[in-house]
Nanobody
Framework: EVQLVESGGGLVQAGGSLRLSCTTS????????IGWFRQAPGKEREGVSC????????YYAGSVKGRFTISSDNAKNTVYLQMNSLKPEDTAVYYC???????????????????????WGQGTQVTVSS
């Protein structure tokens, strides 16, 4: 059974940092790209970042570039999202998702589009206070 479990969310003041974790099981980690998405109340779910450990390809949405860093620990089947310089507009439920790698530069190709992804976690709440 495929599982993706997010953790690390919480309440933080503007300018602070959080590190989210996405721990996966049930599939061969190296064969999948892992993406992070977020959804704020009343808004569409948007792509935040992605990593494909097979070729090191990464993707960042423009709104988080330079503030968020995605990384993976293949030995732990886990992907991390380090979020620095957090802003109130980063407040959302954050989800991780998985997609089998079928193309080179998979994350770039998917371009943050949620329709590419096959498996989803349940989400973790991130709240940034002003």
């Amino acid at each position: 059974e495929v599982q993706l479990v997010e953790s690390g969310g919480g309440l933080v003041q503007a300018g602070g940092s959080l590190r989210l974790s996405c721990t996966t099981s049930g599939f061969t980690f190296d064969d999948y790209a892992i993406g992070w998405f977020r959804q704020a109340p009343g808004k569409e779910r948007e792509g935040v970042s992605c990593i494909s450990s097979s070729d090191g390809n990464t993707y960042y949405a423009g709104s988080v570039k330079g503030r968020f860093t995605i990384s993976s620990d293949n030995a732990k089947n886990t992907v991390y999202l380090q979020m620095n310089s957090l802003k109130p507009e980063d407040t959302a439920v954050y989800y991780c998702a998985a997609r089998r790698i079928t193309l080179a530069l998979m994350c770039t190709v998917m371009d943050g589009n949620r329709d590419w992804y096959d498996y989803w976690g349940q989400g973790t709440q991130v709240t940034v206070s002003s």
